[in-house]
């Protein structure tokens, strides 16, 4: 994967991509919402934002700002906001999610959703998540990660070269994902359907002892 291939596919996607992928990630979406319970005045980022098919989903008293590697899904975006006249959108930006350009503590929670496949290093764009979102803060990746069955594994894996020109990593591993002392799963759910998808769920800064006295997700994996 590199930006240059990324950006040529979700070109070819941004017309086409509400009516392919919008049902079928719509729960995965609605889900990362109810599992922020974001309180009113909070800050959110979603990096991989798209066409913005999650936005209207985000409530009107929290400020929300998204980023995309691509303009032309960005465009979809601001028709949408604009469409919808979704005011708790406060920006819509074209950004590298392995390079984001906000400060430090910048957000109370930090979103990915169906992105971490998509960019050429997740660790580089974790490592970016965690830097923007204040101590203590969520950050939520959904992803498509690779089968245990071995039958779907496989086939993954067969499409692996095919990478660049659909646009993302179709065996991505969860086990891929960074886990620190001080960034702690608190837990795994099944986002869409057959559990496909899974939403993991962190908390920015939290120990292991931090993280096992939080009510925890039953893991999906």
């Known amino acids: 994967m590199d930006l240059d291939s990324i950006r040529t596919a979700y070109r070819r996607y941004a017309n086409h991509y509400d009516r392919i992928f919008g049902p079928v990630f719509n729960p995965g979406?609605?889900?990362?919402?109810?599992?922020?319970?974001?309180?009113?005045?909070?800050?959110?980022?979603?990096v991989?934002?798209?066409?913005?098919?999650?936005?209207?989903?985000y409530p009107e008293d929290v400020r929300v700002v998204g980023i995309d590697i691509s303009p032309e899904m960005l465009d979809k975006a601001r028709d949408r906001v604009d469409d919808q006249e979704l005011s708790q959108v406060e920006d819509l930006l074209v950004m590298?999610?392995?390079?984001?350009?906000?400060?430090?503590?910048?957000?109370?929670?930090?979103?990915?959703m169906y992105v971490a496949s998509v960019v050429p290093h997740p660790d580089r764009l974790v490592d970016e998540m965690r830097r923007v979102c204040v101590p203590g803060g969520d950050i939520l990746i959904i992803n498509h990660?690779?089968?245990?069955n071995p039958?779907?594994?496989?086939l993954e894996r067969g499409l692996r070269p095919?990478?660049?020109?659909l646009g993302f990593r179709p065996d991505m591993d969860l086990d891929s994902l960074p886990e620190?002392?001080?960034?702690?799963?608190?837990g795994v759910r099944n986002a869409n359907i057959f559990g496909y998808w899974k939403l993991v769920h962190y908390r920015n800064g939290e120990t292991a002892?931090?993280?096992?006295?939080?009510p925890s997700f039953a893991a999906s994996k």
């Open 29 to 46: 979406r609605k889900l990362a919402l109810k599992t922020l319970d974001l309180a009113s005045g909070q800050r959110v980022l979603e």
């Open 48 to 57: 991989g934002v798209g066409t913005g098919l999650s936005l209207p989903y």
């Open 96 to 112: 590298d999610a392995e390079d984001l350009e906000f400060e430090d503590d910048s957000f109370d929670a930090v979103v990915a």
């Open 145 to 148: 990660f690779t089968s245990r």
């Open 151 to 154: 039958v779907l594994r496989g």
């Open 162 to 165: 095919l990478s660049r020109m």
């Open 180 to 186: 620190m002392d001080d960034f702690q799963r608190i």
């Open 209 to 214: 002892e931090e993280a096992e006295a939080e």
